[in-house]
């Protein structure tokens, strides 16, 4: 299997100075910036995953889009979100991020998120890895070659114009987030904003008191502003600083997105225990093949109650609990590591309690090894991007050292999901052939001795 190279596989790495020109090739001094101010973003190793897991990922994807699009479904988790979320744009919603833990038995999707950063930052970084032989080149970073992405993420946010009803293309953007220049993605909003610029539409990064709402139009000080893509944490607009763009997103007057509604039907925790219900999956008429990618490829969730308090307490152990309006994992808790104060909290709030599935792990070095989840960057259902992300602690943080974002390589579409080794003119495939071509000598012991 091609996960063994995570343990035993160090022969492809970030290539430093090919991103470091990568980077200040779009904003000459961001390089400097981000080793500044986020140090460990960029792991120096990639992470392997088999092309079945891969496909697993995806088929998850599509059964929770097809479940979302449900009657059913959508007035359950209509049914616990704020006012706003009934407000129906046309936009889908840029950058869902699925982030899956890799068990024994395969994928388990442990969240969704609707802003996930870090896209545009993977893009570049999948720009600047070095091989060491042809074979491990051949390996595929994901459905598209990272040098694709970018016209990818020009092109979703085009749509998503055109989804909201526009014609041809935004003429300004902004990108909009609470005091932006202090947020740890911070680099990225820089990337983007380029990102915008060479394809012909004027941007610009503003924070959310900058913005007004006067004759109908969204706009700062220097014009009207015809597309967000909203990078606030304050999913539903409630914050007082917010109600300009609140104002010009519920009139239509400007395209946010992500948005309030695609929060609610996808990221709010409470989802994930809707699309475990199998009774409920079926009254709503989801077809049972997709019941069944559902409950074998989502860590069972149920929100926690007081009726449940004290079967969620004893089991704490095998769980783990998180708001259900949650993200960046914060106030998230694994259940063995709960005390008595915390707990009386977690009931006090709005929580679920979800199935611990233990994330696979990376080795970065002969003594040493990280933890790993996987995102899948989706638009309207489609998977654009892979990406890991490798941590120490209970959960992904961006600040370990020597993890951070790192490139995902799978085979191709290969019978078996696999990489085929053809028959040479002297005779057939040496099986140990691929391993030896990666270089990595011990998972060739070990594949060879099985």
Same mark, same amino acid.
């Given at each position: 299997m091609i996960e063994k190279l995570n343990s035993d596989c160090f022969c492809i790495s970030l290539e430093p100075d090919a991103l470091r020109r990568s980077i200040d090739a779009q904003s000459p001094g961001l390089s400097a910036l981000i080793a500044q101010r986020c140090p460990n973003l960029f792991a120096a190793l990639p992470v392997f995953v088999s092309r079945r897991h891969v496909d697993a990922m995806a088929a998850v994807v599509a059964a929770v889009e097809e479940t979302v699009g449900l009657p059913g479904y959508r007035e359950a988790a209509l049914a616990h979100a704020p006012a706003i979320a009934r407000h129906d744009p046309g936009a889908r919603g840029a950058f869902l991020g699925y982030d899956f833990h890799l068990d024994a038995g395969g994928p388990r999707l442990i969240e969704i998120n609707t802003n996930a950063g870090g896209a545009l930052l993977n893009a570049v970084l999948g720009q600047a890895q070095r091989a060491c032989c042809a074979e491990v080149a051949a390996l595929v970073s994901g459905p598209l070659r990272p040098e694709a992405l970018e016209r990818a993420f020009f092109d979703m946010f085009a749509a998503e114009w055109l989804y909201a009803g526009r014609a041809g293309l !935004? *003429? &300004?953007i902004a990108i909009v987030d609470r005091s !932006? $220049?202090?947020q740890f993605l911070y680099p990225e909003f820089v990337l983007f904003e &380029?990102?915008? *610029? /060479?394809f012909g539409v004027e941007a610009v990064i503003r924070a959310p008191e900058e913005l007004v709402f006067a004759g109908g139009e969204l /706009?700062? %000080?220097e014009g009207r502003i015809d597309l967000v893509y909203n990078r606030l944490t304050d999913f539903s607009l409630q914050d007082a600083a917010h109600v300009a763009l609140r104002q010009a997103y519920l009139d239509g007057a400007a395209v946010v997105t992500p948005h309030p509604r695609a929060h609610a039907l996808y990221a709010d925790k409470r989802n994930l225990a809707?699309?475990?219900d199998a009774a409920r999956l079926r009254a709503w008429g989801v077809r049972p093949a997709t019941v069944e990618v559902l409950l074998r490829g989502i860590a069972r969730t149920e929100l926690v109650a007081v009726a449940t308090a004290p079967r969620l307490w004893s089991s704490r152990r095998k769980l783990f609990f998180k708001p259900a309006g949650g993200y960046g994992s914060k106030a998230a808790y694994r259940g063995d590591k709960l005390t008595r104060r915390v707990w009386d909290e977690i009931l006090r709030? $709005?929580?679920v309690a979800q199935e611990l599935?233990? !994330?696979? $792990? /990376?080795r970065i070095a002969a003594d040493a090894a990280l933890k790993v989840d996987v995102r899948n960057y989706v638009y309207s259902g489609v998977v654009q991007q892979l990406a890991a992300r490798l941590y120490? %602690?209970?959960t992904t943080n961006l600040r370990t050292a020597g993890g951070g974002f790192a490139p995902v390589l799978t085979t191709g579409n290969a019978p078996g999901g696999e990489l085929v080794l053809e028959d040479s003119p002297d005779g057939p495939a040496d099986p140990g052939a691929l391993w030896r071509a990666l270089g990595c000598q011990a998972a060739l012991r070990n594949e060879l001795s099985r």
């Amino acid at each position: 299997m091609i996960e063994k190279l995570n343990s035993d596989c160090f022969c492809i790495s970030l290539e430093p100075d090919a991103l470091r020109r990568s980077i200040d090739a779009q904003s000459p001094g961001l390089s400097a910036l981000i080793a500044q101010r986020c140090p460990n973003l960029f792991a120096a190793l990639p992470v392997f995953v088999s092309r079945r897991h891969v496909d697993a990922m995806a088929a998850v994807v599509a059964a929770v889009e097809e479940t979302v699009g449900l009657p059913g479904y959508r007035e359950a988790a209509l049914a616990h979100a704020p006012a706003i979320a009934r407000h129906d744009p046309g936009a889908r919603g840029a950058f869902l991020g699925y982030d899956f833990h890799l068990d024994a038995g395969g994928p388990r999707l442990i969240e969704i998120n609707t802003n996930a950063g870090g896209a545009l930052l993977n893009a570049v970084l999948g720009q600047a890895q070095r091989a060491c032989c042809a074979e491990v080149a051949a390996l595929v970073s994901g459905p598209l070659r990272p040098e694709a992405l970018e016209r990818a993420f020009f092109d979703m946010f085009a749509a998503e114009w055109l989804y909201a009803g526009r014609a041809g293309l !935004p *003429r &300004r953007i902004a990108i909009v987030d609470r005091s !932006p $220049e202090q947020q740890f993605l911070y680099p990225e909003f820089v990337l983007f904003e &380029r990102l915008f *610029r /060479r394809f012909g539409v004027e941007a610009v990064i503003r924070a959310p008191e900058e913005l007004v709402f006067a004759g109908g139009e969204l /706009r700062d %000080g220097e014009g009207r502003i015809d597309l967000v893509y909203n990078r606030l944490t304050d999913f539903s607009l409630q914050d007082a600083a917010h109600v300009a763009l609140r104002q010009a997103y519920l009139d239509g007057a400007a395209v946010v997105t992500p948005h309030p509604r695609a929060h609610a039907l996808y990221a709010d925790k409470r989802n994930l225990a809707l699309l475990t219900d199998a009774a409920r999956l079926r009254a709503w008429g989801v077809r049972p093949a997709t019941v069944e990618v559902l409950l074998r490829g989502i860590a069972r969730t149920e929100l926690v109650a007081v009726a449940t308090a004290p079967r969620l307490w004893s089991s704490r152990r095998k769980l783990f609990f998180k708001p259900a309006g949650g993200y960046g994992s914060k106030a998230a808790y694994r259940g063995d590591k709960l005390t008595r104060r915390v707990w009386d909290e977690i009931l006090r709030g $709005e929580y679920v309690a979800q199935e611990l599935v233990a !994330p696979s $792990e /990376r080795r970065i070095a002969a003594d040493a090894a990280l933890k790993v989840d996987v995102r899948n960057y989706v638009y309207s259902g489609v998977v654009q991007q892979l990406a890991a992300r490798l941590y120490q %602690g209970q959960t992904t943080n961006l600040r370990t050292a020597g993890g951070g974002f790192a490139p995902v390589l799978t085979t191709g579409n290969a019978p078996g999901g696999e990489l085929v080794l053809e028959d040479s003119p002297d005779g057939p495939a040496d099986p140990g052939a691929l391993w030896r071509a990666l270089g990595c000598q011990a998972a060739l012991r070990n594949e060879l001795s099985r």
